[in-house]
């Protein structure tokens, strides 16, 4: 059991985002990745594939409200709770966020600031610039994180 503290947005698993301040306890298993600013949580939602989401709900069944759907090549966050109508989430901007993948698939390594952005285990980036080499973080601290540099520690390349 891990326990994080989310100053303003989480997303937890690959698909739930918590949008407000809150202490989170859940498996050493399910990933959760922290952010300042909502900006943020999209970008790091963007840089992921539409087939990494459940697909939306069908026409009737009910869609959570802070979930993100895989929708085509797109990825869309519900922004109210319902149930699905007939329309399409391009037709319901109160309903549905849509967001188009980036299509680099990993984020620039950037110098982390604190725990809230540092990197874990598991994390790919490219390092120094995008399409240079992309990077693995193999290592952490006792907390999981890591905030060395690729190729300083804890970082293999792949």
Same mark, same amino acid.
């Given at each position: 059991?891990?326990?994080? $503290?989310?100053? %303003?947005?989480?997303?937890?698993? %690959?698909?739930?985002?918590?949008? *407000?301040?809150? /202490?989170? !306890?859940? %498996? ?5 990745e922290? !952010? ?5 949580? &999209? ?9 990494? !989401? ?9 869609c959570?409200? &802070? ?14 709770? *319902? &149930?699905?109508? *007939? ?7 109160? $309903? !549905? ?11 620039? =390594? @950037?110098?982390?600031?604190?725990? *809230?952005?540092?990197?874990? @285990?598991?994390?790919? @980036? ?8 992309? =990077?693995?973080? /193999? ?15 804890? =970082?293999?390349k792949?």
């Amino acid at each position: 059991m891990k326990q994080i $503290l989310s100053m %303003n947005f989480a997303v937890i698993g %690959n698909d739930w985002i918590l949008d *407000h301040p809150s /202490t989170i !306890f859940t %498996n050493d298993d399910i990933p959760v990745e922290t !952010f300042a600013t909502e900006e943020e949580c &999209n970008y790091h939602i963007s840089q992921k594939e539409p087939s990494d !989401f459940p697909l939306l709900p069908d026409i009737g069944e009910w869609c959570e409200m &802070n979930k993100v759907y895989a929708y085509g090549e797109k990825m869309v966050k519900c922004l109210q709770p *319902h &149930n699905r109508m *007939h329309f399409t989430p391009e037709e319901t901007p109160a $309903l !549905f966020l849509i967001i188009e993948p980036t299509g680099t698939g990993y984020p620039v =390594w @950037v110098q982390p600031t604190g725990a *809230h952005d540092s990197y874990r @285990v598991g994390d790919i @980036v490219w390092y120094p610039t995008q399409d240079s080499q992309l =990077w693995e973080c /193999t290592a952490g601290d006792a907390s999981g994180y890591n905030s060395w540099a690729p190729g300083v520690y804890g =970082w293999t390349k792949i």
